[in-house]
């Protein structure tokens, strides 16, 4: 499943893109800034953010997890 598929607004959109956008570049920090496209953080941090925060016919404005609130070592892990 990936955010262009899912039953999102424009704006719920733009904000799913931007959190997956932050994730994937901790997950690619904490890797240690290897070379290449970064597509393969992209998908992992698109799959966590999917299972973390997408519910169907919800509104994100209910429903949002945004990447700062992630633990940076459990990527789907809510700060308390």
Do not use: K
């Not at 997956?20 to 920090?29: E, I, K, N, P, S």
């Not at 953010?49 to 070592?73: K, M, Q, V």
């Amino acid at each position: 499943m990936r955010l262009d598929t899912l039953d999102l607004t424009p704006r719920e959109l733009e904000i799913a893109r931007e959190e997956v956008r932050r994730l994937a570049y901790q997950q690619w920090r904490q890797a240690g800034c290897p070379p290449g496209d970064g597509a393969p953080f992209w998908l992992a941090a698109e799959r966590d953010w999917i299972g973390c925060c997408y519910t169907p016919h919800r509104s994100l404005e209910y429903n949002s997890c945004p990447a700062d609130r992630f633990r940076h070592d459990a990527p789907c892990s809510p700060v308390a």
